[in-house]
Each structure stands twice: as C-alpha cells, then as structure tokens.
C-alpha cells in the first residue's frame, strides 16, 4: 500500500513538473498586466507605462497597466499577492508599498514572503518644493515662513507613512517647525493641488515634478540625499544646508506573486534587461528624472537584498515615530 500512495505522489509531482515546465515554455500566451498601485499620472504610473510599451515588444504579448489606488498602495499590491503565480499579474512598486506599508498597516499579504522579486528598476530622490506663489525661495525662508504659520501650513503626502512622510517628521524636529500632512491618493493629484494652490508645499517625488519644476509651475528648495541631483544640479541637498540624515528616495521595483516558476521569473526579467537597456527607454525614463539601476543590479537578488535593506533602515525610524494605522 506505501509503495502505492509513493507512487501516485512520484506520478503526481512528475505531471505538476512537466505542467510548470509546459507553461514557461509556451509563456506568455495571453497579456500580461502590471498593477500600479496608485492613480494614472503619477511617477509609479509613468515607469510602468514606459517599461510596459518595451517589455510587450521582447515578450511578443500585449503588456496592460491596470492602477488600483488606495491605502498608500497596499490595495494594488495585494490584489497581485493574491493573484494566481503564473507571471500574469505583476506587481510595480517602491519602498512605501513594498517596505513601510508593511511596518504600519495591518495587511493580508507579507510583503516579502508572498512576493517572488524580479528585478530594480529605477530610481528618484525625494525633494522638497512648493507652489510658485509660496512666500520663500530658499529653505532657509521656507523654515522662517513655517514657523510663522505657526502650525498651519499644509504639507501634501501620498498615502500614510510614506518615506516622504516621515523625511518631513525629521524635518519638522530639526528646524523646528511644525505643518498639517495632507494624504493624496497618488503623485498626481498630489501635483495638481501644488499647481493650483489648494496645499502649500511637499516632500514629493523628484521625477513627479521635476516638469512643472522646470516649467515655472513649482519651486524646488532641496534635495534630500548626499550629492546634488543629476537632473536638477541647481537645486542643493539638505545635507550642504546643514540638515542631516534627511536622505529618502523612491526607488521601484517589479515583483510577481510567490511561486511563480523560475523559468518565468527568468523570461521576464530578461525582458526588463532588454527594456531598460533600450537608448529610447533610457532617455524617457532620463527625461521624467528617473535613474535607471546599473545592469549589476537588475536581478532578482538584487531587488530581494535592497527590499531587505530598508526593512532595516526604516523600522528604527518607523518605530521611534510612533505611526501605526489599523
């Protein structure tokens, strides 16, 4: 009778085997989607969208953009964490949705060991800027008209506990200053209120606005990491201003549900190599201001090791702060 029941679950395993292998073999065979966990618009939005547009080329199958907001982005990322893993729905993502939500939402899904990770994609800095008609023009003036607000200035946010978030807590206990934080749904809306008036000044994505920066539309005062901005080298860091340890940015990766086979997770981020290697993907992503991963770091391991790293850069941070949304 064991020798029965073992050989029903050798047969077993060896069909599952040969069914995995038949499915990378012949995948894709129908469209692939990427979830972006936040509004159209946005710098999360636009990454997809570009690297979405090359990828279809090299994988010979359409690739959609579904964007499911909400909750800082965990609403998206769970819908992918619950997803069959047959590398159809994907998950794009940065160090809110795929490290802090983890630390301050109670969520279904484990960031981490519901996910398998393919490969960095790009990143950008977080920096501080405003509406063009705020009475500062430096962040020395900024901090000056903060404290005159006494309180009342409005900071716009994405979601809770963004690592923009929680640069702006630091910044609130170094200068002194205190503001409300205004929650936004995605980057873009976020953007269309600094235009037009309706929140004072945030702690935004770089590649979100660096436009309208450009434009006139909205005014930089600093960069928050060590050396000046490629993209902006006008703009000074918070660090040569005298204000440390603000350093923050959004990098972005790719995941796809745990389980996944290896075989696919090896087809798509070759494709992700071919995409971000491509001189057209390179100057778009260039001119959005998004730095694209050196080719060392667009692996699996390499998105597993940097999503590791801020696990244990923020939960310090995350813990003193005190923030915990249920």
Not at 32 to 38: A, R, S
Not at 234 to 243: R, S
Request: with cysteine; proline share 7%.
């Amino acid at each position: 009778m064991r020798k029965i029941v073992a050989f029903v679950f050798a047969l077993f395993a060896a069909c599952a085997a040969g069914i995995s292998a038949s499915a990378a073999e012949t995948y894709p065979s129908h469209p692939i989607t990427i979830v972006v966990p936040y509004p159209a618009g946005g710098p999360t939005d636009t990454i997809a969208r570009i690297l979405a547009e090359r990828m279809q080329a090299e994988l010979k199958q359409s690739v959609i953009i579904e964007n499911i907001s909400g909750a800082g982005g965990s609403i998206g990322v769970g819908r992918v964490a619950h997803s069959s893993p047959d590398g159809y729905t994907l998950s794009i993502g940065h160090t809110q949705t795929h490290v802090l939500n983890a630390l301050i939402l109670k969520l279904d899904y484990d960031v981490v060991n519901d996910f398998t990770p393919i490969s960095l994609i790009a990143d950008t800095p977080i920096w501080i800027i405003s509406g063009k008609s705020l009475p500062a023009d430096n962040v020395k003036s900024l901090i000056a008209w903060l404290k005159a607000r006494d309180g009342k200035a409005t900071m716009g946010t994405v979601g809770i506990g963004s690592p923009s978030e929680f640069a702006a807590r630091i910044f609130e206990q170094q200068t002194g200053t205190s503001f409300q934080m205004v929650p936004y749904r995605g980057g873009a809306p976020l953007l269309q209120d600094m235009i037009g008036g309706h929140v004072d000044f945030a702690f935004g994505q770089a590649a979100g606005q660096v436009t309208a920066v450009e434009s006139g539309e909205l005014k930089a005062f600093a960069v928050l990491q060590p050396k000046r901005w490629w993209a902006a080298p006008n703009v000074p860091t918070l660090d040569e201003l005298g204000y440390k340890n603000i350093d923050a940015s959004f990098w972005h990766g790719l995941w796809a549900p745990k389980g996944t086979p290896p075989e696919i997770i090896a087809k798509l981020n070759a494709a992700v190599r071919v995409a971000l290697a491509d001189p057209l993907v390179q100057d778009r992503f260039k001119k959005v201001g998004q730095e694209i991963w050196p080719l060392q770091d667009q692996t699996p391991e390499a998105l597993a090791a940097k999503q590791k790293a801020e696990f244990t850069r923020w939960a310090p941070i995350v813990k003193e702060s005190g923030i915990k949304v249920e």
